[in-house]
């Protein structure tokens, strides 16, 4: 079993910056890829960016250039900067790990936190 927990969401103007935090409890942590996804209002989930245990990050092309995925092994903890937001990137952040075959898809991910909010106003 992996515990994930995340945090550093709140509210933000529009083109500032916020930067999550994901720690992990449990299993190895390197042996996982950690992905970031999100979930706004009426929407479905969806990918925002994933790093392998390798340390090959995927960004969503939505956030390529203004968000940066990372991880510290050593801490057990995957971050996410979040840079220039925008008002569409409200919602509920949701930190996961697994081995996926694909990172950009959800069901890969074993074990999911339970979210953080992310609020960018005009």
């Known amino acids: 079993q992996v515990q994930l927990v995340e945090s550093g969401g709140g509210l933000v103007q529009a083109g500032g910056s916020l930067r999550l935090s994901c720690a992990a409890s449990?299993?190895?942590?390197?042996?996982?890829?950690m992905g970031w996804f999100r979930q706004a209002p009426g929407k479905e989930r969806e990918f925002v960016a994933a790093i392998r245990w390798s340390g090959n990050t995927f960004h969503a092309d939505s956030v390529k250039g203004r968000f940066t995925i990372s991880r510290d092994n050593a801490k057990n903890t995957v971050y996410l900067q979040m840079n220039s937001l925008k008002p569409e990137d409200t919602a509920v952040y949701y930190c996961?790990?697994?081995?996926?075959?694909?990172?950009?898809?959800?069901?890969?991910?074993?074990?999911w936190g339970p979210g953080t909010q992310v609020t960018v106003s005009p």
């Open positions: 996961a790990a697994g081995t996926p075959v694909i990172v950009t898809m959800s069901p890969g991910y074993d074990y």
């Open positions: 449990g299993r190895t942590f390197t042996n996982y890829a």
